[in-house]
Every structure is written in structure tokens, then in C-alpha cells.
């Protein structure tokens, strides 16, 4: 069972553990098609070439859903995501790795929760695929 990390664990400029995600065809297609988005750069490698891309690459939902699971990895399961705000950059192509690092970069204590920011990038060979802030409440107070 995992544990929830509470408010008054957390630091400002406490680093989250790395997560690296092995970038498969089969992960890259995967996402497209759960998120219900069949564009072709996201699985027919021959037409992401004509259209000037080296292959297939990802999805930005599956970018998003990355970004979350990092930080609610990190969190536990009794933190609640309030928002997540990125940027995209580089695509992460099918064959590369994203290593997604993070810190905590604000925290502001409730009543009976915590507001924590933490500032997320993950990068691969080409440079920053994705930065942004997921901004998520914690429990805090008496255990």
C-alpha cells in the first residue's frame, strides 16, 4: 500500500524522483488511441515522414497523463490535482527515453489541506519535451 505524502512533509525545493518512460511505438500508439486521437504522425511511421517528422511521436494527452502520474507517484494517493499548466517542446519520438525530474516550488499551509506547486520538466535526446506546474492539494493537520 502506498503511503500519501502529507503538507507538512513537503519543502520548498525538495527534488521528486526521476521517472524514466522507455518511449515504444507501442507506448506512443497506446496513448493515441486512448485518448481517442487517431492522427496518423501518432501511428503510421511512413506518414509522420512525408510530413516532415523522422516517426511517430506522442501525443500531447499522453504527455499530460505523464506529467500527472509523475507528481501523484510522488504524492500518494490522497493528494488531489488541481491543475497542470505546460509547455511542449522537442517531440518525444518513438526509440527515445523522457526522464522527467521535478521540484516543489511553492507550498501554502490550510486549514486542512495544503497547496503545493511543483515545477515538472521531462527531456529526452532532442531537449525539453515538456515543462510546466502542477499545482495539488495535500492533506495536512493531525494524522
Do not use: C
Request: glycine residues 12%; without cysteine; hydrophobic residues 40%.
Amino acid at each position: 500500500m502506498r503511503v500519501s505524502r502529507r503538507f507538512e512533509d513537503v519543502r520548498v525545493g525538495e527534488e521528486l524522483p526521476e521517472l524514466v518512460v522507455e518511449l515504444t511505438p507501442t507506448l506512443i500508439v497506446a496513448g493515441a488511441i486512448a485518448s481517442r486521437d487517431y492522427q496518423d504522425v501518432h501511428h503510421d511511421p511512413e506518414l509522420a515522414r512525408r510530413r516532415g517528422m523522422p516517426g511517430i511521436f506522442m501525443n500531447i494527452l499522453t504527455t499530460n497523463g505523464f506529467v500527472g502520474r509523475f507528481v501523484t507517484d510522488w504524492a500518494g494517493p490522497d493528494a488531489a490535482v488541481k491543475t497542470i499548466a505546460m509547455r511542449l517542446g522537442a517531440p518525444n519520438l518513438a526509440g527515445d527515453t523522457m526522464r522527467m525530474t521535478g521540484r516543489v516550488t511553492s507550498a501554502s499551509p490550510g486549514d486542512r489541506e495544503g497547496i503545493v506547486e511543483v515545477e515538472v520538466v521531462g527531456h529526452n535526446r532532442l531537449g525539453e519535451h515538456v515543462t510546466g506546474t502542477v499545482t495539488l492539494a495535500l492533506p495536512a493537520g493531525s494524522r
